[in-house]
């Protein structure tokens, strides 16, 4: 199990009612097996086009991704799952029956491993086992967070794509969501792709930080975060934080600003 992502030259236009919009142009950086990497940008830089692609949901105009060396069709797989922004867990099934699903569809595990194997996860994952015949609706948000992210690491990807998963949470909720990703982290070692608008939040979770240009996106700024792991709250007040979020600010501020100073409509 590897996970090293290659980004090259990645362009993307749409064609909506013969109105062409150039979404990505040439948009090219690594990402290392086991690393996380935060993407950030203005509003419709394209950061969620690319994760699109990552993910196999849609396809490119040129270029190049692939993961471990091989090139990534235009179609989902089991090596890359995504995590969304709006939450996909199934209302009608119970937390144990929504972790589960992945597996049994393909037919990777029996019912009786599936469940164990959920059981065990959602343990690791804050003592989710206790709540796993309760229902979606049941659950505060970020539980369901949490359970997603557990059905996500069930399938056993090789990249765990996550598309603002924390966007609609408070700052409480989002913090302690964050050690929550954290820990999994440390102990599942996923390559991780985490698109979001949170600067604090990009810095303080990733090992490195991408920035890109309004539309068409690009590669503005590559960003290495060299603060210690495990990552503890204290850090946020420490002089490097601040140094490192400075330099993503100035980046990020002057994209947006073109961005409005161009009329840019708010898009993926």
Partial sequence: MSGALSIRGVSKTYDPEGASVEALRECSF???AEEFVAIV?????GKTTLLNAIAGFDTVSAGEI?????????????DRVVVFQHGALFPWKTVLENVTYGPLKQR???RPAAEAKALEFLRASGGLDTVAASYPAQLSS?????????RALMN???????????????GFSKATMHQHLLDLHRRYRKTVVFITHDLDEAIYLADTVVVMTTRPGTVKQIIRVNLERPRVPQMLYSREYAELKKSAAESVHEEARRAFERGEKEQA
């Fill in 30 to 32: 690594e990402v290392r």
């Fill in 41 to 45: 940008g203005p509003s419709g830089c």
């Fill in 66 to 78: 692939s993961l471990d060396g091989r090139l990534l069709a235009a179609r989902p797989g089991p």
């Fill in 108 to 110: 990777a595990l029996s």
């Fill in 142 to 150: 970020g539980m369901q967070r949490r359970v997603e992210i557990v």
């Fill in 156 to 170: 056993d990807p090789r990249l765990l794509l996550l598309d603002e998963p924390f966007r609609a949470m408070d």
